[in-house]
């Protein structure tokens, strides 16, 4: 029997066409004599489509196409999802051995839909609802990595409503604390969406208006001054780490356009990097991952300075960039494990935690 793997792509957050890109290769490279593929797309307002090809709906904008809606129930006896009207040959729900959430972002990769397969009872790959929803949000992430001795930058956080009710306390507070530049990011975000670097009062200013439209917590950091170097991590218990990569932004930071957009961006695999700075950044981007209780997959990023001989963590990716070509599956395949191979293995991961939460108790026998 084959394994039935439904891939959950597109959705409802500003990454919803890298999620459509990252999918696509998923999809192909999938292994067709092990796994039953069944894609589903999600559409920016949130509807989920299946039964045709709801890649190509999503892509083209010709929605639905053949596809019909579809639910993922929370009742653990169906196992999967509902069709909405009858889906083909008159069914009326089809179960899910695992699922694939390629969902990168608000909504995907902060524990949302993490929580509705949790309830459905469907095994599923990368982190649970806490790793995910922790990795997220870069204020709680910050946190406890500051438990854990994690080596990160000076930081600043409030409300949006504690800056509109005295932004000069917090503007004070920060020229104090931080100085310029700065970076202003909204706490639970991704792609670089709502973040800014400030050079001045007015720029900061400015910056927190603009992270305060995406979220309501925002957080101020120190400049960290490095390279940017990723590490995935691989594994459940005991997770492996890859050899590191580099990101050269094509911009002053990595924004949204270096990152989607104009594809001067470079990608150094390896990266040349001192051996022990590389076993260091390979054992902190283990550390980064356990510390949130994170399984299956994420990539940790740094800054290292390396005259300086100074490494720090600036954030996990629970559901990295998936395309051939991007830096998660890159990582690996430069350190021996085949892009199909990485699938394979993530697959197990999620069956794996799946089987091992099930032999938990969740009630008291009375
Ligand atoms: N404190 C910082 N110092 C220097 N550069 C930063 C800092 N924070 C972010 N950046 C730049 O901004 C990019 C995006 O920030 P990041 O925190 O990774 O947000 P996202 O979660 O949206 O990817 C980074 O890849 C880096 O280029
Ligand atoms: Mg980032």
Redesign the pocket.
Known sequence: MKLKVGVLCGGRSGEHEVSLKSAASIIEALDKEKYEVIPIGITKEGTWLAGDDPLEALSSGKLPGNNKPVFIVPDPSVGGFMWLKEGPSGKSFEKLDVVFPVLHGTYGEDGTVQGLLELAGIPYIGPGVLGASAGMD?VIMKMVYQQNALPI?KYVYFLKKEWDENNEVWLDKIEEKLGYP??I?PSN?????G?S?AKGRKELSEAVEEAGLWDRRIVV??????R?IEVSVLGNDKPAASVPGE?V?SSD???YK??YIDDRSQLIIPAELEPHLTAKVRDLAVKSFTALDCTGMGRI?F?VDEKEEKI?V??I?TIPGFTQVSMYPKLWEASGLSYSELLDRLIKLAIERFDEKKQLKTAFDL
């Not at 975000?189 to 969406?193: C, I, N």
């Not at 950091?221 to 490095?226: M, S, V, W």
């Open positions: 870069k930058g700065c970076f990011k975000m991704g792609s670089s969406v973040i670097k950091e120190e400049y960290i001054k490095g940017e990101i932004p930071f990595y924004d270096a990152k990023d800054f720090i600036n954030e990716n």
